[in-house]
């Protein structure tokens, strides 16, 4: 089918890395490419899969104590570019961007640390900002970028993984982007009440 796309290059930079095991090693299988960064990149050479520093595809380390790790046009380029479009695929070979097919990723926990009684420095340096543009850029190009953008769609890709392989349709690449904007909405919400008060 014309909607439905092969996911060849995974970005995955989470949080909570317990209930990823199963979709790494499903991705592996179909011969997914893993970029990452920091502990997740880590986390998945310790299952024993290769995995690309997002700093190599950039050029750049991760910077300002962590606050700029991917913001970086050769990652949001990748996620952003339209594969339809000739004029975007030709910039894309031009600047040597990497087609992005999935985005996995979740953001730092701000509420909790709100609940924390954490201080305001900490609760600000859990404001997500990396996290939140890679969920918002991966749900704006759904058609052709799958988005997990929390813990909770974990198992939503793995039962797509499970069935058909590396692949997923528009249907199901519309709904997650849905999700996203569900945990983006929420999250901004959060920070919202925060200063509100």
Same mark, same amino acid.
């Given at each position: 089918?014309?909607?439905? %796309?092969?996911? =060849?290059?995974?970005?995955?930079?989470?949080?909570? =890395?317990?209930?990823?095991?199963?979709?790494?090693?499903?991705?592996?299988?179909? *011969?997914?490419?893993?970029?990452?960064?920091? +502990?997740?990149?880590?986390?998945?050479?310790?299952? +024993? $899969?290769?995995?690309?520093?997002? !700093?190599?595809?950039?050029?750049? &380390?991760?910077?300002? +104590?962590?606050?700029?790790?991917?913001?970086h #046009?050769?990652?949001?380029?990748?996620?952003? *570019?339209?594969? !339809?479009?000739?004029?975007?695929?030709?910039?894309?070979?031009?600047? /040597?961007? &990497? /087609?992005?097919?999935?985005?996995?990723?979740?953001l730092?926990?701000? !509420? !909790?640390?709100? =609940?924390?009684?954490?201080?305001?420095?900490?609760?600000? /340096?859990?404001?997500?900002?990396?996290?939140i543009?890679?969920?918002?850029?991966?749900? %704006?190009?759904?058609?052709?970028?799958?988005?997990? #953008?929390?813990?909770? /769609? $974990?198992?939503?890709?793995?039962?797509?993984?499970?069935?058909n392989?590396?692949?997923?349709?528009?249907?199901?690449?519309?709904?997650?982007?849905?999700?996203?904007? *569900?945990?983006?909405?929420?999250?901004?919400?959060?920070?919202?009440?925060?200063?509100? =008060?």
């Amino acid at each position: 089918m014309a909607d439905t %796309k092969q996911i =060849k290059t995974a970005l995955i930079s989470v949080f909570h =890395k317990d209930g990823l095991e199963s979709i790494l090693q499903k991705l592996n299988a179909d *011969g997914v490419q893993f970029l990452s960064t920091g +502990g997740t990149q880590s986390f998945i050479e310790s299952l +024993g $899969y290769k995995c690309d520093k997002v !700093e190599d595809l950039t050029s750049y &380390p991760s910077i300002l +104590g962590g606050r700029v790790k991917t913001l970086h #046009p050769k990652v949001f380029g990748g996620i952003l *570019g339209r594969r !339809e479009l000739e004029g975007d695929r030709k910039q894309m070979a031009q600047y /040597e961007i &990497p /087609e992005i097919d999935l985005v996995i990723v979740d953001l730092y926990p701000f !509420e !909790e640390t709100v =609940k924390s009684g954490a201080s305001e420095a900490d609760i600000i /340096e859990k404001i997500d900002i990396g996290g939140i543009s890679l969920i918002r850029a991966a749900a %704006k190009n759904f058609n052709d970028v799958v988005i997990v #953008p929390s813990k909770a /769609e $974990y198992q939503i890709l793995d039962d797509i993984l499970t069935r058909n392989g590396a692949k997923t349709t528009l249907a199901e690449r519309r709904l997650l982007a849905e999700r996203a904007f *569900g945990v983006s909405s929420s999250y901004d919400t959060a920070i919202h009440n925060y200063f509100a =008060k």
